[in-house]
Structures are given as structure tokens and as C-alpha cells.
């Protein structure tokens, strides 16, 4: 499986949109009533959170490359062996 950066907006809006189907589903199940507006702030502040949590990550991505800067868990960016 090839690997791919972890981009921290999509999983904040997924977990907000999913805890908005969440709640959905539950007022349709019968187990407790929820107003028709409690979702909207819910959906918005998520995605809200999303991009700001986005905007953060690539600003620290930008500032990596720019500095050269890298991570050293990472093996693909490890430095070779002169000796090879």
C-alpha cells in the first residue's frame, strides 16, 4: 500500500460529520429527540475546526521544506551512507 500524508482537516471533519450522522441516526432510532438545529452549528463548527486545522498543517509543512528540515522517523528522507 503506497503511503500518504496525514492531513489532520479531513479527519476533524470526518469525525464532526460523523458524529452529526451519529445524532441523525439516533433521533430517528427513538433514543432521544433532537432539535432540527442542534446539527447545523455542530456541521459548521466542525468544518470551522477542519480548516483551521488544515491551515495550521500546511503552514507547518511549508515552514519544514523551507527550513529543510525533516522527519527523522521518517526512513524514505534518511540521509544515504557515504560509504556505499
Not at 44 to 60: E, I, K, M, N, Q
Not at 70 to 77: H, I, M, N, T
Amino acid at each position: 500500500m503506497l503511503r500518504h500524508e496525514f492531513q489532520p482537516g479531513r479527519l476533524v471533519a470526518g469525525l464532526f460529520l460523523a458524529t452529526a450522522g451519529v445524532v441523525f441516526a439516533a433521533d430517528a432510532g427513538g433514543l432521544w429527540e433532537t432539535p432540527w438545529f442542534v446539527v447545523i452549528p455542530l456541521v459548521v463548527g466542525g468544518l470551522c475546526l477542519a480548516g483551521a486545522a488544515g491551515v495550521v498543517s500546511r503552514t507547518v509543512r511549508r515552514r519544514r521544506a523551507v527550513t529543510g528540515r525533516s522527519d527523522p522517523a521518517d526512513p524514505a528522507q534518511a540521509p544515504m551512507d557515504a560509504s556505499r
